[in-house]
């Protein structure tokens, strides 16, 4: 490194000392400390900051500013009501407090089956409203599931066909009762959005048939549960059961 | 985000958003408009950011989209070909004592924009330069390369400033002398 090199680097150097560990900085530095031309640039250069920065910070802010956008940030700030994310929101947190009414209604038989159904779909309605993020995107689900496979998250074992003609957003992974579970959301062709959530066949599941699907359709969302193998899986769409049907055949 | 959160982060950061708004903006107004835009838009979507320590980066990098935008509108952003601007040595050193806040402002306005920004927020907040790179979107290396080069435009305008104002006095001060013997 030259000193031309080490003034371009030192040039991003801060005054304060905050990056005086990065090692980006270190080699420019040592060499400044060798080369007492160099070290009187950055000397120099340091007080010219501190300068800079010492004036920028005095520059007077408007008298009523602050005021200003306390006050206009309050009108300005729109309704929770009206905002249709919180309207859709709002609307979502109904309809999964139904399902979840119906789902320990119709499986009182099979508690913990409707306690995973009802935090799957938690978990989506957390991915939709924006309250989780992916943990892996791509447009592509086969990437997702060679990513969840490789972070040993995943128990989808083939896509359902219907599915793999979808463009995926991306995936995420949760664990329920110490048991990794895999959420893969894809865009529908005709609008909206589809859910597969997948996870290990264990105890709650030991009594599905192999053929047995388990529709639940409450308000606008439907869900249908199967097992296929050693896992299980759930779609999710808002729609109709027969909606839903179409991405199983 | 609580009404009080809210009024302590206006609190912390009205001041030195509005400052860097004026190194980008044409005017103090535009500077206060862009302040202000800037927590309208955080009202309406700073719910959505899920690190509370990243508000005061998404507060700056709101406010240079908005400031972008905004000059989209006025007129078609010209490309800055910043490979072809002068890169002198630093020879040159203002006496920072000398300058005042404004004038120090009104160098860094003279500067093209995409060396205004890097400069201001270097100065302004001390962000590093992997953070400005991250909220400017633009590579680590064309940070440096623009903080090194718009440092020396920077000490040139102050220069120039300085000169010039040595100048006015020189040629001011006879004046006002004959005018007080006439």
Known sequence: MNNQE??????????????????????????????????????????????????????????????????????????????????????????????????????????????????????????????????????????????????????????????????????KTFFWEGQPVSVICFQRGEGGLIHLVATNAFAPFNRMGKSERKFVQQGNWATVTWRDGASVYMLALEGSRDQLQSYLL | MSAIDFQQLVDRQYAPLFRFGLTLAKSEADAADLTQQTFFLWAAKGHQLRDDSKAKSWLFTTLYREFLSKRRHEVRFPHVELDDASDDDVAVSPNMNALDSTAVVEALRELEEPFRAVLTLFYLEQFSYQEIAEMLEIPIGTVMSRLSRGKAHLRQRLMTKQESDARKIVSISPEKGRQTHE
């Open chain 1, 6 to 171: 080490a003034q371009f680097v030192l040039s991003a150097y801060r005054p304060g000392g905050q990056d005086a560990l990065d090692p980006a900085f270190a080699e420019a530095l040592e060499q400044a400390r060798r080369d007492p031309l160099l070290e009187r640039w950055f000397n120099d250069s340091i007080a010219f900051d501190r300068a800079v920065t010492e004036k920028l910070c005095a520059v007077e802010v408007p008298a009523g500013l602050r005021e200003s956008v306390l006050a206009g940030s309050k009108v300005s700030r729109p309704s929770r009501w009206t905002k249709p994310f919180v309207r859709w929101a709002i609307a979502a947190a109904f309809v999964l407090a139904a399902i979840t009414g119906s789902l320990i209604l119709r499986e009182a038989a099979k508690p913990h089956l409707a306690a995973w159904q009802t935090n799957a779909l938690s978990q989506v309605s957390a991915l939709v409203e924006g309250h989780a993020k992916f943990d892996a995107q791509s447009r592509n689900a086969s990437e997702l599931v060679a990513w969840l496979r490789e972070n040993r998250a995943s128990a989808v074992q083939n896509l359902p066909p219907s599915l793999e003609r979808l463009e995926s957003l991306g995936c």
